[in-house]
């Protein structure tokens, strides 16, 4: 199948979160399975040309009533075939930050960079003379493309009239809200500007556009897909998300196991196995010197690998009139490690906590290394999201013996299965309410059944590293999805 996807982020290229990761692990699958994938993003100011080959000639692209010329350049999207077409327009890409930066965390002109990006990635197809069978757009970013393939591109003269798309929302809460002043730049006609169309509130939103317009629409996790049809999580999506529901699926983002491998992972200092899972006390025990903990193995040690922003219940954890962790740290045996980066006044709290509370350590920054070894050393895995679409950490988590205590959403309902006190059986430890309380007693629980239940770790432990979590099993959903797209025409 040719397939095209369109993308603001894509690793090792351009990375924000989670995104970057999945677009790119996706198009390694479908590639590897004999697809013809290629994948249109911009040309961003730190992605090198020197890295990549210019295709020769400049090519228009309009843009409402004007026309912008753009440099295209190409590049194999290392280990497979799958060509990555990289859009180059510096007055529009020439500059830091993806999205935005510190002191422009959303610029100004983005619905005019992203009106590029998607008007773009038509006219290489028309340019390469290739025409692929499905146009797969992740996020608000390529949000414009399904409406563009539908409501421009997909009459019965052009070369696109047999060409399917399909939308994945990878996290409802960006949805690209901007004002209608842009709206000549995407191309689209003012005859789609209604309420029930995609206008919102008199507003462009990307997001909805994507959903109004898309074939098929899919998600991260089959628990997100239902929950994304509620008030509570849809961020007001949840009208359109309910009359589009026979074209909604979920798919579980895979892990790249190639990276997040305990018996391989070089970024440990020892590497184990369910074989010889003994072998991973003695990660804890680099773990603890490392950040500057007793070195106790019959202590429990929690941990926390995340952005520090709301979505993933920092304000129930570490908020300073109410969070529960100074209480955990104070009321129970425990050792705890935080690495993060975000918002301020989180990071602010953390560094206050972690000197008033001896076994609390923080890292506020960003490091891949450390994240592995916390991994490894750690016995428990904290995720108390508000909301998850998928959620990379607790299947890590999982692969690497580090017991999950997740809240009952999206990919974390998914993926992790209580303890059961009587049997043991279980990888995790989840918990339905987003409270201090629920947090405080649920940590309470994970701790008791260290201190008490040896036997029942173990075997949970045991369970969770058995798990597979590959992207060969989305890919193939994803086919399936496409295929359904198409036969839809
Ligand atoms: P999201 O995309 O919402 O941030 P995910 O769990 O899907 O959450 O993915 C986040 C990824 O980024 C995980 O692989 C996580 O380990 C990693 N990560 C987040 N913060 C840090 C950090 N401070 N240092 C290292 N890795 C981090």
């Known amino acids: 199948m040719k397939i095209l996807m369109v993308t603001t982020e894509l690793m090792p290229f351009a990375k924000v979160g989670g995104l970057a990761d999945a677009v790119s ?6 590639s590897k399975k004999g697809n013809d994938v290629r994948i249109v993003m911009p040309r961003y100011y730190k992605i090198d040309r020197n890295n990549l080959k210019k295709i020769p000639g400049a090519m228009g692209v309009h843009l409402g009533a004007n026309e912008t010329w753009v440099e295209v350049y190409e590049k194999k999207l290392s280990p497979s075939k799958a060509l990555v077409y990289f859009i180059d327009h510096e007055e529009s890409f020439g500059r830091d930050g993806i999205y935005g930066t510190t002191g422009e965390p959303d610029f100004l002109d983005n619905p005019k960079r ?5 008007n773009a990635a038509f ?50 809460g960006y949805q690209g809200i901007y004002s209608k002043y842009f709206f000549e730049d995407t191309g689209l006609g003012w005859e789609n500007f209604y309420a029930s169309g995609i206008e919102d509130w008199d507003k462009i939103n990307f ?32 009208e359109i998300l309910n009359y589009r529901k026979d074209d909604l699926s979920g798919i579980l983002n895979g892990v790249d196991t190639s990276i997040w491998n305990p018996a391989k992972d070089k970024l440990i200092p020892y590497q184990y196995s369910v074989k ?38 920092i304000g129930e954890l570490f908020g300073p009139s109410y969070g529960s962790a100074f209480k955990i740290c104070s009321d129970i045996k425990l050792q705890m490690v935080v690495l993060g980066s975000g918002e301020s006044w989180c990071e602010n709290e953390l560094n206050s906590l972690s000197q008033r509370l001896p076994n609390l350590k923080v890292y506020i920054g960003y490091d891949e290394a450390l994240s592995h070894l916390i991994e490894a ?14 959620g990379l950490n607790q299947m890590y988590s999982l692969l690497y013996g580090t017991l999950p205590i997740v809240r009952n959403t999206g990919g974390l309902a998914d993926t992790v299965e209580n303890y059961n006190e009587k049997t043991g059986d279980g990888t995790g ?20 059944a260290w201190y008490n239940k040896k036997e029942h770790i173990r075997k949970m432990q ?7 979590f590959g992207w060969n099993i989305a890919a193939d959903k994803y086919l399936e999805v496409y295929t359904s797209a198409i036969e839809k025409l």
């Open 276 to 313: 010889n899972i003994e072998e991973k006390a003695k990660n804890k025990t680099a773990l603890q010197k490392k950040m500057g903990l007793p070195v106790d193995d019959s202590v429990p040690l929690f941990a926390m690998i995340t952005r520090l922003a709301d979505q993933k219940g």
């Open 462 to 468: 045991l369970r969770g590293m058995k798990k597979k």
């Open 114 to 118: 992203v009106s590029l990006l998607a």
């Open 207 to 238: 997001l909805k556009t994507a959903i109004v317009s898309a074939d098929k629409i899919t998600t991260v996790s089959e628990k997100y897909s239902q929950e994304i049809r509620q008030r509570e999580y849809a961020f007001r999506m949840e």
């Open 123 to 172: 006219q290489i197809c028309r340019k390469q003379g290739w025409i692929p069978d499905v146009i797969h757009a992740h996020d608000w970013g390529a949000g414009l493309i399904p409406a563009l393939l539908k409501f421009n591109e997909r009459h019965s003269s052009s070369e696109f009239k047999n060409t399917a798309s399909v939308f994945t929302i990878h996290n409802i």
């Open 429 to 448: 430890f989840v918990f339905e309410h987003l409270s201090p309380q629920s947090i405080y007693d649920t940590v309470g629980w994970a701790s008791y």
């Open 377 to 390: 050393g750690s016995d428990f895995f904290l995720m108390p999201s508000r909301y998850e679409p998928c």
């Open 25 to 30: 692990a996706l198009a390694l699958a479908l």
